[in-house]
C-alpha cells in the first residue's frame, strides 16, 4: 500500500491514507492509454461533415451541346464533377466515428493513468471539500496552496457538494468530476490531479482486479436414481361398440318386379 499524505484546504498535512498498489502503483502502459484518448476523441467527434454529389448541386439537366460534330468533348450535364460548381465524388457524408472499446482496456488505461499522476507526484489528496460559500474567490485562494504552480486542475469528490460545483464551474482550466466519471482523457489533460479522502478510497476499492474464486474440483458425479414403480392398476380399454360378424353373410339384395308387357 502506498502512503500519501491527506491535506487540509489550507494545505497543511492532517493525516495519512493508503492508496491500493494495484491501482495507484502499477507499471505505466502508454499503449493503453493512446488507445483510450484515441477511442475518446473519436467518440466525442460531430461527424457533420457534408459534401452535395452530382444530383444535389444547382444546374440544369439539359445536355449543353450536340453529341458530334462541334469538335469539342462530349459533355452531358453541367453538373457534372468536372466542371467548376459541380458535384463531388466520393465526398465525405455524415457519419458517427464512435467504436466500441474493450472495458479492461479502459479499466487498465485508468489504472496506468493514476499510476502516472501519484509517480510524478501531481496526486493531492485532500481531508473534504468542506466549502462555507459557493463563492468562486474562496476556492481560488484554497487551490493556489494545493496546486503547485500548476495550470490546469482535475477535482474529483464522490459525495455532491453544491458549493463546489458552483464555485468550480467559473474557473478557467478546472473541471470537477465524479469518480465514476472519471476517465484518462481527463486526468492526461490536466495537470494536477486532487481528489477528496473519500474519493480515492472508493478510486482503490473499485478499479482493483478482483480475483475470481477456483472452481471445485469434482472427481465423479452420482447417477440420478430411478424413478420408484407405483402400484396402479393399469386403466382398461374401452370395449368398441358391437358391429357385424366377420364371417356373417350379407343378406341377398332383392330384385325389383318387371314390369308387365
Do not use: C
Not at 457533420?48 to 444530383?55: A, E, I, N, Q, V
Not at 493513468?113 to 496526486?123: F, I, P, T
Not at 485532500?126 to 484554497?142: G, I, N, P, Q, Y
Not at 469518480?179 to 495537470?191: S, V
Amino acid at each position: 500500500m502506498a502512503l500519501v499524505d491527506v491535506v487540509n484546504l489550507e494545505g497543511k498535512k492532517v493525516g495519512q491514507v493508503e492508496l491500493a498498489d494495484s491501482v495507484f502503483a502499477i507499471r505505466v502502459n502508454p499503449h493503453l492509454l493512446h488507445e483510450a484518448v484515441r477511442w475518446h476523441l473519436a467518440s466525442a467527434r460531430a461527424g457533420t461533415h457534408k459534401t452535395k454529389g452530382r444530383s444535389e448541386v444547382a444546374g440544369s439537366g439539359r445536355k449543353l451541346w450536340r453529341q458530334k460534330g462541334t469538335g469539342r468533348a462530349r459533355v452531358g450535364s453541367v453538373r457534372s464533377p468536372l466542371w467548376r460548381k459541380g458535384g463531388t465524388v466520393h465526398g465525405p457524408q455524415p457519419r458517427d466515428y464512435a467504436y466500441r472499446l474493450p472495458r479492461k482496456i479502459l479499466l487498465g488505461a485508468l489504472r496506468s493513468a493514476l499510476s502516472a499522476k501519484l509517480a510524478e507526484e501531481k496526486l493531492t489528496v485532500v481531508d473534504a471539500w468542506s466549502l462555507e460559500s459557493h463563492k468562486t474567490k474562496a476556492l481560488r485562494l484554497a487551490l493556489d496552496k494545493l496546486n503547485g504552480d500548476a495550470r490546469t486542475l482535475l477535482l474529483v469528490e464522490a459525495a455532491a457538494n453544491r458549493n463546489l460545483e458552483l464555485a468550480s464551474r467559473n474557473l478557467q482550466g478546472v473541471k470537477l468530476v465524479q469518480p465514476k466519471a472519471l476517465g484518462p482523457y481527463d486526468l492526461l489533460r490536466h495537470d494536477r490531479l486532487i481528489v477528496s479522502k473519500e474519493a480515492a478510497v472508493r478510486l482503490g476499492s473499485s478499479l482493483s482486479p478482483g480475483e475470481a474464486a477456483p472452481a471445485p474440483l469434482v472427481e465423479s458425479i452420482a447417477p440420478a436414481p430411478a424413478p420408484a414403480k407405483t402400484g396402479k392398476p393399469a386403466a382398461k380399454k374401452a370395449a368398441k361398440p358391437a358391429g357385424p360378424k366377420a364371417g356373417a353373410k350379407k343378406p341377398a339384395r332383392r330384385s325389383k318386379p318387371k314390369a308387365q308387357e
